[in-house]
């Protein structure tokens, strides 16, 4: 188990502070994401986690043992960058093999080669063994990186950006082999990524950070589901959420051009009062309903058509809206559209984005 208490990093040289009390806890086995924006701070986590940095305070503990103190060669970790970092005159075998042969824990030439060739079958690289890095796919030198950190038969794997070199199609394909390479082996691993198709499709739970900040650890699907504020909400989903700002009038959120009743929405998913004043309304494109009797009309000015489904783009209240639809309904371009809402999947906000419903 992974514990991080009151985390925090502050660069000296120019007072930047790159993490804010982070407080997270990892289970042995789990595969978790650190996700966000670039500068979030879910690199500097990794590098602390490495040994690489050192924290200005707080602690970090593997299964109760602090690691802050240790060098990074003491952690029993493995760890693959963004780039291979592969050595290019040596082959593949000799690469896998290479941290078995250094150090203090150094083994036999002969077990080295044992345990190698035993990971190599593993990651599906064996026929691969006699092959230099410069005469390999990227996909390939990615699971040359990730055989030489799981050979050491580390405590934690931490996995930095590692697929951002790839094409999308490998992509895809080495993001489901690393899931099932970990869970089969059955390592804690921390991959870092800006990617949340990646950390959706991957993860286990994933940890979505800004500003240095940890703004919510949940499981993949309560990210988009349950977002726990206006960052999160905006930050998962592909169409992004339609934000709508609204005014509280009675029991109506009214934008310029609709209004939603309160009365219709479902009370156990309140997590605040909605008292007089401004709010910012949460519908994600999927939850606006093709109509015979609409809450509100609209022309549709372009078509997006992607695999089943069609992206429709419209205006409403004074902001671009997406709605998905299905591609069966051959909506056109200037057609005119009823939509109603689903109202027990919207979200509302406080305007300092905390979530009220």
Excluded: W
Excluded at 225 to 232: G, K, S, T, W
Excluded at 322 to 345: A, L, P
């Amino acid at each position: 188990m992974i514990k991080i208490e009151n985390l925090r990093k502050v660069y000296s040289d120019n007072g930047y502070e790159a993490l804010k009390s982070i407080n997270l806890e990892m289970n042995e086995g789990e595969l978790v994401c650190l996700l966000g924006p670039s500068g979030c701070g879910k690199t500097t986590i990794l590098n602390l986690l490495a040994g690489l940095l050192d924290p200005t305070s707080g602690d970090i503990k593997f299964d109760n043992d602090s690691v802050i103190n240790k060098h990074p060669k003491d952690r029993n970790i493995g760890l693959v960058f963004q780039n291979y970092a592969l050595y290019p005159h040596m082959t593949v075998l000799q690469n896998v093999m290479f941290p078995l042969t250094v150090g203090k824990n150094k083994v036999s030439k002969q077990e080295a080669e044992t345990r190698a060739k035993k990971y190599m079958e593993i990651t599906n690289i064996l026929e691969l063994a006699d092959k230099k890095p410069g005469n390999m796919s990227g996909g390939q030198q990615q699971r040359v990186a990730i055989t030489r950190a799981l050979v050491q038969n580390p405590k934690v794997l931490l996995l930095d950006e590692p697929l951002s070199n790839l094409d999308a199609r490998l992509r895809l394909r080495i993001r489901e082999e690393i899931r099932r390479l970990v869970k089969e082996i059955g390592i804690t691993t921390i991959f870092v990524t800006h990617d949340q198709e990646e950390a959706l499709s991957i993860s286990d739970r994933i940890v979505i950070m800004d500003s240095g900040i940890v703004q919510q650890f949940d499981i993949p699907q309560n990210l988009y589901l349950e977002p726990a504020n206006l960052f999160v909400a905006k930050f998962m989903g592909n169409p992004i959420i339609n934000l709508f700002t609204a005014e509280k009038n009675g029991n109506n959120l009214t934008t310029k051009d609709f209004s939603i009743n309160l009365n219709l929405l479902t009370k156990d998913r309140f997590k605040g009062e909605l008292n007089k004043g401004k709010y910012i309304v949460g519908i994600r494109p999927e939850y606006f309903v093709l109509s015979q009797s609409p809450l509100f009309n609209v022309a549709i000015e372009s078509v997006e058509l992607i695999g089943k489904d069609a992206i429709l783009n419209f205006n409403i209240s004074g902001e671009h809206v997406k709605s998905i639809t299905d591609i069966n309904e051959k909506i056109q371009e200037n057609q005119t559209v009823g939509f109603d809402i689903d109202y027990s999947k919207i979200y509302i906000f406080n305007e300092d984005g905390t979530r009220v419903y």
